[in-house]
């Protein structure tokens, strides 16, 4: 089982709206609606942003947003402000062996 | 507040085992619903699930490690803990504890983490 893949790094101006990719298979982000996101600043452990493609966690900004269409599943983040400037993660439940899979990362820079 | 805390040795020789233990405070290793996993992430890379355990029993991993690791979970201290035998340099990473929301197999989102801890593999 690879990683989901997702671009190596987004960028956008404070203000925009920007999106992530998470390309998956049909074994996983196609099949099932399970994918979630999280945000990890530098030296910090992740933070959890969306769950079951859609779900935001309390305490998480309604600027963060997810979809999914087919193999791929998105994370959008509207009004793009200076702290959002991380590395992404999605992951997935995979109906493989490896069971839960996490996407390449995405760096996201704010101009 | 649900908290977790990674411990154990920073340094390992190749070739021996890496052991690190995760202590959970502000909640019960045994509440229904959740397994308790190990996600490490090598300097500068992305993210990669060890593997997962439900507190009774129930354990997956990530065929990648080829049976290297093992986790188990000591409910009278509230603890699970990672093994991680025959490491070489590209075992050196961050190690994060972590809970996961037990909707399918081995866990489906990760809703707490450990702040982390670096293990170095020295030759």
């Known amino acids: 089982q690879s990683a989901l893949t997702q671009p190596a790094s987004v960028s956008g101006s404070p203000g925009q709206s920007i999106a992530i990719s998470c390309t998956g298979t049909?074994?996983?982000?196609?099949?099932?609606?399970?994918v979630s996101w999280y945000q990890q600043h530098p030296g910090k452990a992740p933070k959890l942003m969306i769950y079951?493609?859609?779900n935001r966690p309390s305490g998480v900004s309604n600027r963060f947003s997810g979809s999914k269409s087919g193999n791929t599943a998105s994370l959008t983040i509207s009004g793009l402000q200076a702290e959002d400037e991380a590395d992404y993660y999605c992951s997935s439940y995979t109906s493989s062996s490896t069971f839960f899979v996490f996407g390449t990362g995405t760096k996201v820079t704010v101009l | 507040q649900l908290q977790l805390q990674e411990s154990g040795p920073g340094l390992v020789k190749a070739s021996e085992t890496l052991s690190l233990t995760c202590t959970v405070s502000g909640g019960s290793i045994t509440s229904s619903g959740y397994y308790w996993g190990w996600i490490r992430q090598p300097p500068g890379k992305g993210l990669e699930w060890i593997g997962s355990i439900y507190h009774s029993g129930g354990t997956y991993y990530n065929p990648s490690l080829k049976s290297r690791a093992t986790i188990f979970v000591d409910t009278s201290k509230n603890q699970f803990s990672l093994k991680l035998s025959s490491v070489t340099a590209a075992d050196t990473a961050v190690y994060y504890c972590a809970r996961l929301a037990a909707i399918t197999l081995a866990g489906t989102w990760i809703d707490y983490w450990g702040q982390g801890t670096l293990v170095t593999v020295s030759s």
């Open positions: 049909s074994s996983d982000v196609g099949t099932y609606d399970y």
């Open positions: 079951e493609v859609t």
